[in-house]
């Protein structure tokens, strides 16, 4: 047994501990990287959604099914922006005028 066993046991289980870290770190990034891209994607069919239903909101309905169709719309868009309740509030008002013939 060597004067220095004791440490160089311990300098060999830093080095297996550093490795394992390393390991951990490199494996961090690639999941990091993962989640950037599924991000982009996220946010590129969030912009898709949204314009879909700015369309829904531009388009007039000329029944009480297209009124009933928006409002189903509003259900499942997230309607805790206040813009967002406005912008749905002046199409259906919209739409309203122009069912009943331009009253103003």
Known sequence: MTADA???R???EFRDA?????QATARTAELEEVVRKAEKKEAKKAAA???AFDRVMKTRARSLEGL???VKV???WNTDDEASEVH???SLVADLETMAGGVS
Do not use: G, H, N, P
């Open 68 to 70: 009933l169709a928006k």
């Open 49 to 51: 959604v949204a314009r």
């Open 18 to 22: 550093d490795d394992r870290r390393r």
């Open 6 to 8: 004791k440490l160089l």
């Open 88 to 90: 749905i509030l002046e």
């Open 74 to 76: 509003r259900r499942r």
């Open 10 to 12: 311990r300098v060999a």
